[in-house]
């Protein structure tokens, strides 16, 4: 059964506070994606990474970093959390081998910035 | 721009049959998917179409007209467990999803 895990289902930080977002896969997938979910918006793309060590800018990628080091390991980094930072954060994977790129999300980690 | 409408919420009845429609604006098209979420939970996979025509996939069929930029999500025998968000998605030439806003199907006994 695959699987994508998300270090934490919740989460509550202080403005200013550094945040690290864990994000797990098991199935040796080559794609990975953080996306943010809000009230009324669709998901929106922070970053994502086709490869180990590799980064590319979504449509929201300010006020956010990414770190890939390993293939099943990609990290969404708050460098200081920020009040508009408040929201559900979804990562997803996929296959670059296959035909169309069906995503696959972990639960989802629903960060409250105070 | 790019750009995704799908009706914010509908309401539909146990047994019944409902669809629900997704227009999309892209540059260029690679597929459209849509997506089941449960509230609080992930979304998970439900269909996928790039060519024009109806794929039936048990209760669930989805329909997609790439001159109209049309999809649509047909739902039969309606499930109190079908009560969920249904995202739809239409991928662009480099290969990046466009996400809706979603739709919250809410269905009454």
């Known amino acids: 059964d695959v699987k994508v895990t998300q270090s934490s289902r919740y989460l509550v930080k202080r403005t200013g506070e550094k945040v690290f977002l864990e994000c797990v896969q098991d199935?040796?997938?080559?794609?990975m994606f953080w996306y943010r979910q809000d009230p009324g918006l669709g998901l929106r793309l922070i970053y994502f990474?086709?490869?180990?060590?590799?980064?590319e800018k979504g449509d929201i990628p300010e006020g956010y970093s990414v770190s890939r080091e390993k293939k099943e390991r990609f990290s969404l980094i708050l460098e200081s959390a920020s009040t508009n930072q408040t929201s559900m954060y979804l990562c997803?994977?996929?296959?670059?081998?296959?035909?169309?790129?069906?995503?696959?999300f972990g639960p989802g980690t629903r960060l409250t910035v105070l | 721009g790019q750009n995704i409408d799908q009706p914010t919420e509908m309401t539909a009845t146990e047994g019944a049959i409902v669809q629900i429609n997704c227009t999309y604006q892209?540059?260029?098209?690679?597929?459209l998917f849509w997506y089941q979420q449960h509230a609080g939970e992930a979304p998970t996979f439900l269909s996928y179409?790039?060519l024009d025509g109806l794929e039936e996939k048990g209760r669930f069929s989805s329909f997609l007209s790439r001159s109209k930029g049309y999809s649509y999500l047909l739902l039969k025998e309606l499930q109190m467990k079908d009560s969920a968000s249904y995202l739809c998605?239409?991928?662009?030439?480099?290969?990046?999803?466009?996400w809706g806003a979603g739709t919250k199907l809410i269905i009454k006994p």
């Open positions: 997803a994977s996929t296959s670059g081998s296959s035909d169309y790129n069906e995503q696959f």
């Open positions: 199935m040796d997938h080559e794609n």
């Open positions: 990474s086709y490869d180990v060590k590799m980064k």
């Open positions: 892209t540059s260029g098209f690679n597929g």
């Open positions: 179409n790039v």
């Open positions: 998605a239409a991928m662009d030439s480099n290969y990046q999803l466009i």
